[in-house]
């Protein structure tokens, strides 16, 4: 049992549900940011992060910053982007579209290829596109929060490697590091960056990425300047790699005790093979997936291989909206989210299954949510006439 | 008592120790950022940091963003700052280069004034400066927490009211809010930038920042975009207005935890008048600059009234460097930082009073450390024969 106040169980594709030590990790007492206790807790990380990415490559490089999952792009943008420079964006909801944007502040000429709702680019409309002219980088969302769909990033990349070798593959793993597989080295991704609070489980605040040799050499490369200060991988990186060798080192202030809390958090996900937490994910993935089914709604993501593995987004019965829906929920313990594609919003609802929720078997956390949902939507269609 | 575990008292210039209150509201259950209860929380804390500031003007306007503090300068200098425009640093320290750099980064034409070591400059030079050429902004950290040099943030921005009015006043305040005397509205200043983690005493990860009506139609009447998209103004205005008008709203995730640590500390500080927080701030300030004198010891800032109140560097004897006698205040539990200006920085160390270790009674951190200072020092000088 959680030691935790009683609350409703927060099951949105993210922030998730706390493990208690990875809570109480953050009330460590003060520490000097660049003392050995900490520079020791933090070098540990780093190294973390590496196995997380399972990534063994020393020249591959773990950035932990205290920022948004959404920095990440600024990073990413700032140091891989030059003025004028191509960007392929691969849309699949709305962090497509922002991703974009991020990358237009720095100047990139951005092309996006944007299939229907639910839909990811096929590799022929990638292949097509990356012929047309020569891209800087190939951004994607591995699991877009906003839709629930999937981008095979692995294929995309094998793709990017035999028609444009010198494209970078940037990926936007906010909503899949910790819960989709992701061999960074074997499948020669360049960026995958993330955030604290999805599956890896510790609170929000961090954020989180791994570079490739190549993006590094990119940046140290390049003709101008990063074109961010803050997010500057030249920065950062002398910085990091001290600490990772227990050597102090000052940029700026790390978020110490967010980093006491990665720290237990990666310990606990690496103590055990990645492949397993990626197979239990999937297995209850599949079981919501089959349950929504089972209660006759249909998901946003229209095939089973576009279907993300850490959240399910589903549409609701005609005549119902989330307002009606996630009071009900609420009122059994379950946080659901609302729909976040704009075209969309009011039509579906989106349930994220990650991390402790799932790895924990003490937790009943989606046998309840399923049972609530079934419901709620009972309650909300009576109490609509439907 | 404190209910954290036994620890050297960490008295450097940021982080600080912890209040047990701060440290154990982080320990708040997993909440949705959108979510009403976490909502309340951010938009209070939001109403919180006016008060921090003495501000009561509904047009100026609080940012709490996830990021270290020195994330204030990128935006700052992405927001104000258009290419090839001119900006005034007033350097006191490190730092003063580093917000330069800064600038740079975002296309500033960056003039310095750099006085000698422990100096400011001077009113007269500042005035000269602003009658050669149009500025767009002038850069000042309020203590350097390089060097304990206060600059005189009042009388620089009357000084820019009266002879470049159009000029925006920027302050670097990361190792001056919450300790030393700051009206916003009343003194005219138009951006104040701190990190959480000095004097505020929540733990670090969070960049705070309170921006006039004047800086926010300068970045809303820009020519260009904005040159950050983590960091731009134009993004989480409209989504910090909604959190404080209780709406949920999105840009990029809060760092919720953090936010509650930081609504505990300002609703610590803001249930007592400013002044009095300032007051004994200088209060034991002045008792540790006496202290340190009647040691023989002389402080890098070199005249009383260049002092900052929330720290003391202090040149350590002739013979004696920072490794000599930091060992001997760890032994005797107590925790101060060595040098940071890289040209002295094995010459002397720093001393941070700021936060609980003034505020709260029960505490005798400052007695404990002038204490293990003395003796420490008389150690180190008889290990060495002075």
Redesign the interface.
């Known amino acids: 049992m959680s030691s ?2 009683p ?1 409703p169980t ?1 099951l ?1 594709p ?5 493990d208690d030590e990875v ?2 990790s ?2 460590h ?5 660049t ?1 050995p206790g900490f520079v020791k807790t933090f070098g540990e990380t780093l190294t973390m992060v590496r196995k997380l990415f399972q990534s063994t490559n020393p020249a591959a490089q773990p950035f932990v910053v ?6 990440g ?2 990073m990413v ?2 140091n891989l982007i030059e003025k004028g420079e191509n960007a392929l964006v691969l849309h699949t909801g709305y962090f497509g579209d922002s991703y974009a ?2 990358l237009q ?2 100047g990139a000429n951005v092309t996006q290829i944007k299939p229907a709702i639910g839909d990811r680019p096929s590799l022929a409309e990638v292949e097509k596109a990356l012929k047309e002219k020569p891209y800087k980088l190939i951004a994607m969302t591995h699991t877009d929060t906003s839709t629930g769909v999937l981008n095979d990033i692995k294929s995309v990349t094998e793709l990017v490697r035999r028609v444009s070798p010198q494209t970078l593959v940037t990926v936007d793993g906010v909503c899949s590091v910790g819960c989709e597989e992701i061999a960074f080295d074997a499948w020669d991704l360049d960026v995958v960056l993330t ?1 604290s ?1 999805k599956a890896i489980g510790a ?3 961090l954020s989180i990425s791994m570079w490739s040799p190549r993006a590094i050499e990119t940046v140290k490369s390049r003709k101008t ?8 991988v030249l920065n950062w990186l002398p910085v990091l790699q001290n600490y990772e060798n227990f050597k102090p080192s ?9 980093v006491h809390a990665l720290h237990t958090s990666l310990s606990q996900i690496t103590s055990r093979p990645m492949s397993e937490r990626f197979a239990i994910h999937a297995q209850v993935s599949d079981r919501v997936k089959a349950a929504v089914a089972e209660l006759g709604l249909t998901q946003l993501a229209s095939k089973p291989e576009n279907q993300a593995h850490g959240m399910t987004a589903m549409y609701l019965p005609e005549g119902l909206a989330p307002t009606d829906v996630l009071p009900g929920l609420l009122k059994r313990g379950v ?1 659901f ?1 609302a729909g ?1 594609h704009k075209e969309i919003a009011t039509k579906y609802i989106r349930f994220g299954h990650m991390g402790v929720s799932i790895t924990d078997p003490k937790r009943k956390d989606v046998d309840n949510a399923l049972a609530a949902l079934k419901e709620a939507l009972a309650e909300a269609k009576q109490a609509k006439g439907l």
Chains 1, 2 share one sequence.
């Open positions: 935790q106040a609350h927060l949105i993210g922030p998730i549900e706390f809570l109480q953050m009330s007492y003060a520490e000097s940011h003392g205290a920022g948004s999952g959404t920095l792009w600024d943008s700032s944007a991020c502040t720095y955030g609070q609170p929000p605040g300047p990063p074109s961010s200060y803050y997010a500057s000052y940029f700026a202030t790390p978020a110490t005790q967010l946080i989210a976040l």
